[in-house]
């Protein structure tokens, strides 16, 4: 089974702050996602990468996707309370089903 | 709208009881799966989906029975359940290739069993 580590598990920071999240892996996905959760609700896609080295831009989030295909990190510029939730990324291995990390629980205090 | 729906979202019962969730699409998906989401474990998959009549067990499938006799349905059936099966569980389904598609989530099932 294909792992995928999220790290930290927990960050809490204030408004205005910066942070990056991290993925990483020991084997190589052909593509990867970043999923945010809010409690009460299911996972909702944010991204998908899935050619080495790609970075994508969400507003004042920034994705990046390894060269090797084996990790990934998510960086918020500027956290808002609004970006509070759980962070999931997940990874696909050609025709095997999706691979969950743990998560990253993010709290934005105002 | 594109929807996944989920029923029931809140259930108790009691252990050896037979219980059924049920799944429903209407985005003609083929892949479709079961999630468990525990505190500290993540999003562990039960079972998937790659199309009708086509089922495989995940990382956590023990306690658990899935059917796909059309293309819109996925229940998820526990036969026996018992507590350590206390958990939320989500239905998921995308396009494929699966990891190039979103997946979109059911609202949730929030399952005890006493």
């Known amino acids: 089974t294909q792992l995928l580590e999220q790290s930290p598990q927990f960050l809490s920071i204030q408004e205005g702050e910066n942070l990056t999240v991290y993925c990483n892996s020991s084997?190589?996905?052909?593509?990867l996602q970043w999923y945010r959760q809010e409690p009460g609700e299911g996972p909702v896609l944010l991204v998908t990468?899935?050619?080495?080295?790609e970075v994508k831009k969400l507003k004042r989030l920034t994705f990046q996707f390894g060269d090797a295909r084996k990790d990934s990190s998510l960086h918020i510029t500027a956290a808002q309370p609004g970006d509070t939730g759980l962070y999931l990324c997940?990874?696909?291995?050609?025709?095997?089903?999706?691979?969950f990390g743990k998560g990253t629980r993010l709290s934005v205090i105002a | 709208e594109a929807q996944v729906t989920q029923n029931p979202r809140y259930l108790i019962t009691v252990t050896g009881k037979k219980l059924t969730v049920t799944c429903s699409q209407n985005m003609n998906h083929e892949y479709m799966s079961w999630y468990r989401q525990d505190p500290g474990l993540g999003l562990r998959q039960i079972y998937y989906?790659?199309?009708?009549?086509?089922?495989d067990k995940g990382d956590v499938p023990e306690g658990y029975k899935v059917s796909r006799k059309e293309k819109r349905n996925f229940p998820l059936i526990l036969e026996s359940p018992s507590p350590n099966q206390t958990s939320l569980y989500f239905c998921?389904?995308?396009?494929?290739?699966?990891?190039?598609?979103?997946?979109?989530f059911g609202p949730g099932t929030r399952l005890t069993v006493l």
């Open positions: 989906s790659m199309n009708v009549e086509v089922t």
């Open positions: 990468v899935v050619t080495g080295g």
């Open positions: 084997s190589v996905f052909s593509s």
């Open positions: 997940a990874g696909a291995g050609g025709n095997t089903p999706l691979v």
């Open positions: 998921a389904t995308s396009g494929t290739p699966v990891g190039y598609n979103e997946q979109f």
